[in-house]
């Protein structure tokens, strides 16, 4: 019984030594399977766009490798769930304070696929980084579906039994702001941000009536989105003067009721509230109210205007420039505050600089020339109304008798503008000044000169129409093309051309598709790349299982089963007789044997001669074997209950792998839904893709449609000047044909009646 037991110990002992290797291969083989097989779900999910995600046994039974985040998100509370997503939210805040506008909508949208943290301040957050980085489309179709956000997030969290300032405590300030400076945005005013900003984009689109209703659904708003308001309400509204009817909760409500007759006021006035007053004057002239208006634009010349700080929202939904949004992060930290203070010092003189030019032109309106010339005299050069500014300041110089001032200011204007309408009749004004002023030769000279300018515009307009015809959009309109950024003939009437609103908006349009094109095709990569790897997985599986076919995992299993219960019997033997000798070692066990080999040979010779000698020596030996197998009989028992342990853990996980690799046998059932879900990403990218190529073709169409009746209208202006101008060198010639026949006195009148006809062609 102890031999049987001691060769069992030993047995058992180089069987497990085998297991382990065993297992450790099963091991490091099938985590790398189901690992891959998570990966490929998680890149499916976000490579199929809208496809929805439905569980399977597959991902069950692999939940050991699931995301720690997303398991402890599951099983959280409300509480720690809303403190999730808040966190989430400030990795996406994170990466916009860093500049990176990109990274932050696509940590967003990230956020609401994997995790599903989409709150109505997350929401919000993403209109503003599309408005960023140019989507407007995509940020009022964000901002349409706001109001429905707030109030799911506020009935999930109604139900959930969460505070509104619970869900809410995101900061949304200037990192470098002080704690007192910063404060929660309540959900009410969450929604008024929204209406603002959505208003405001359905401006810029030209839907004013949307703009209108939603201005409308505002009712009552603090004094800090007064001026805002206001604003958007007059451009909704443009040109018909319509009262706000929100009220306007706080004490600067009052400060939009401009004192006209307190010459000495000294308040500083914000931008916005310059813009309100701007407004204003522009409707007063609408309707000859030119009393009015040149009081509040002789008083928003003169006022202070005040350094205004800009919220973080404000911020958020400013279209940065290309340069910003693609320029170095470090470079884009060290010059942001100084770029930002000279911006709005340009802002505040461009405002004055209008105002000016607004009471100069309504001076011209009124025939006082003299006010007009005066007004601007002191006009500043650098200014974004230079040239609206030059013109009338030449031609209220022309009409007070200033014609040194005149010629040189119309002469400047026609070589500095020569694409500009302003330019082109500066050239006739300048004509007809010379003929009036001049000799009759030099006038000819001069109108030759117009009528060279306006051939010279006309066939640069057929250049630009054919290039426009030739070249593709995306090449055309892209900002670092060298046709939008050198100040050549052909981005100049590119530059004109987008003045217009509608094919401006159409132009973003064509430049959204183009992003939109690009994220596509490298969706269509990664889907792709998923589905070599799940073939790649296919393969693997298969290979593993040939391997694993191979291994008897049902004898393995039950040697184990064996080798357990015969350690248990022993050790509990073991422990029940206090028995020593059954953990004796092979040298020990020998011992063993040959002591009771002499007892039998004792007992044999016993009564045939004197053993009693022998008898004491023997029981000598075996006293000091029973004492050495004494002492060594805990550890041994220790050592025996730590391989029963080891035993039982590798039949264990015997039992487990033989488990797994019957499911991993099924290839056709594990694979079947990643495959299913790649082939509908991959039907869902091509549909998608095939659409947005139409709306493609279609915007490009529109935009030829467009710039072919800019074209047009250029084209007709610079025909009507030419035949102008050709009207007016043959009636020159005339006279100068009449000269040479006549006496200098009789041709006089004649003079003085082709210049009243030039008058009147202009």
Known sequence: MISSSSLSVVSSLVLVSSLARVSRSLKSALPRFIVTSCLICSLSVNAALSISDQPNTAQADNAEVAS????????????????????????????YFEGDYNAALRQVA????????????????????????????????????FEQALIDQQAKDKLAGISPQSTDSIIDDKPNETNSAKSNTSAAELKLIALLQLSEQQIEQG?????????????????????????????????????????????????????????????????????????????MIEVSDFQGAEQLLTRLKNIRLAQTETSFWQDLFTEKSPQSVNSDVINNQAGSSEDSANDKMLQQQAIKDYAQLLLAQMYVKQTQYQAAFDQLKDFPQLSPYTESALFLFAFSAQQVNQYTTSTALLDLLTRQYPHSQLGWQSALLLSAQIKQQNTLAESLTSYQQAEQLYLQQLADLERFQKDIKQHKFVSI?????????????????????????????DVDTLTELTLLKQNLFEQQQKNAWIKETIELNKRRQTRIIKQQKQTPYAELIQQLTLQQQQLSITIAEAEQQQNARIFANEAEQDWLNRVNQSHQIIAVVNGQRNTEDYQQRLARVEAVLDWKLQQQFPQRLWQHKKLLKEVEQQLIIATKQQQRFALLANAQQQTNPFEQRQVQAELALTKVTKNIAQLTTATEQKIQQKIAVFVSQQQSQLQQLLLISRHEMAAVLEQMSQMDSVPMASSAPKATTSLVNTKEGL
């Not at 599903?116 to 408005?131: C, N, P, R």
């Not at 950024?485 to 609103?501: G, H, I, R, V």
């Open 207 to 283: 839907k004013l009536t949307a703009a209108q209703r939603t201005l409308g659904k505002i009712n009552q708003l603090p004094a800090s989105y007064a001026e805002q308001y206001l604003i958007l309400n007059q451009l909704a509204h443009w040109p018909v003067i319509y009262t706000a009817t929100a009220n306007i909760i706080g004490e600067a409500s009052s400060k939009f009721a401009v004192n006209l007759d307190d010459e000495a006021e000294t308040i500083g006035y914000s931008s916005l509230s310059a813009y309100v007053m701007l407004n204003q004057a522009l409707q």
């Open 68 to 95: 720690t985040i997303a398991t402890e998100s599951a099983v959280a509370t409300p509480e720690q769930q809303a403190s999730f997503r808040n966190k989430l939210y400030r990795q996406a805040l994170y990466y």
């Open 477 to 505: 309109f892209d900002n670092q093309n060298p046709l939008t950024t050198q100040n050549d003939s052909q981005s100049l009437w590119l530059q004109k051309a987008l003045k217009n609103p509608e094919l401006k908006n």
């Open 110 to 145: 990230f956020n609401r696929q994997r995790f599903e943290a989409d709150t109505a301040k997350s929401h919000l957050f993403e209109a503003g980084l599309q408005v960023s980085i140019g989507l407007h489309h995509q940020a009022t179709q964000t901002l349409a579906t």
